[in-house]
């Protein structure tokens, strides 16, 4: 069973830098695009950023400069790097992959709680 894993969610003050990663396992042939979204408290899902194959980048315009995405296709992981953190990151941030495996399925892991206090 494909299942994606999250870590390196948790608690930072303003301007500070936290890292985020995926890792998918299971019956993998290959791995489309992967991404990470996240969801503030009583708002829906929004996406943060997406990465394709061959590392095509795509970003919201709320984290350009400060987030980066990347993605490591051996390892089938896929990390999140953000600086400048600021209060309105506060959510809860998602992995999401689409995954070739016995066919084709978008796969989304249980979250990690990202919070940035004042």
């Known amino acids: 069973q494909t299942q994606l894993v999250e870590s390196g969610g948790g608690l930072v003050q303003t301007g500070g830098s936290l890292r985020l990663s995926c890792a998918a396992s299971g019956r993998i042939f290959s791995i489309n695009d992967m991404g990470w979204y996240r969801q503030a408290p009583g708002k829906g899902r929004e996406l943060v950023a997406t990465?394709?194959?061959?590392?095509?980048?795509n970003y919201a315009d709320s984290v350009k400069g400060r987030f980066t995405i990347s993605r490591d296709n051996v390892k089938n992981t896929v990390s999140l790097e953000m600086n400048s953190l600021k209060t309105e990151d506060t959510a809860v941030y998602y992995c999401?992959?689409?995954?070739?495996?016995?066919?084709?399925?978008?796969?989304w892991g249980q979250g990690t709680q990202v919070t940035v206090s004042s």
């Open positions: 999401n992959a689409v995954v070739v495996g016995l066919r084709k399925d978008n796969y």
């Open positions: 990465i394709t194959s061959g590392g095509s980048a």
